[in-house]
């Protein structure tokens, strides 16, 4: 139960080790990803050259994306307007809600769909509540909210502990 839900299927050092190629042999269409500290850093107004670059070539492959974050709309709006990809904002994840929403708003179904975070307790507990393909990336560096660290990393650090011991079959780790 514990691994179930709180290992990702995939732990990586960040979004670009991501091996895209694998995730379509998989038949994974959709990406759901978290923002803050996964895409970019939380204190961070705008997304890097260089992974605006890897959205778009996500999306030349035929990827649908879609942000499902905890922030509010206005954070959202100016970071993804210009790459006009929709958002779900105020998620309050681990909810399986947002990720429906999400899911609905690109296409495609639970088998279909990973969800790429950087924290066991929301984005991968939430994507494995429903399923989904969860794949967990070392969060960027940047300044972080105040519970997140005192609570959430502390337990994520004595899983990933676990997790680096042993890992479940099939968490690949870059
Ligand atoms: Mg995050």
Not at 19 to 26: G, Q, R, Y
Not at 88 to 109: H, N, Q, Y
Not at 143 to 149: F, G, I, L
Request: positive net charge; aromatic residues 10%; contains cysteine.
């Amino acid at each position: 139960m514990f691994r179930k839900l709180l290992y990702p299927n995939l732990y990586v050092g960040s979004v670009h080790h991501i091996d895209i190629d694998s995730l379509a042999v998989m038949g994974i269409r959709g990406l759901l990803f978290d923002l803050d500290n996964t895409v970019v850093p939380r204190d961070v107004d705008d997304f890097s050259a260089e992974i605006k670059d890897w959205f778009g070539r996500l999306e030349a492959r035929g990827f649908k994306m879609c942000f499902v974050s905890n922030n509010g709309p206005r954070r959202l709006q100016n970071l993804t307007g210009a790459l006009g990809l929709p958002f779900v904002c105020r998620a309050v994840k681990p909810r399986k809600k947002p990720f429906l929403k999400a899911m609905e708003t690109i296409g495609t179904s639970q088998k279909e769909t990973a969800v790429i975070g950087d924290q066991i307790f929301t984005d991968i507990l939430g994507g494995n509540r429903l399923g989904l393909f969860t794949i967990l990336v070392t969060p960027m560096p940047g300044k972080e909210y105040w519970a997140t660290e005192l609570i959430n990393r502390r337990l994520e650090r004595f899983i990933i502990k676990r997790l680096k011991r042993n890992p479940p079959a099939g968490c690949g780790e870059v």
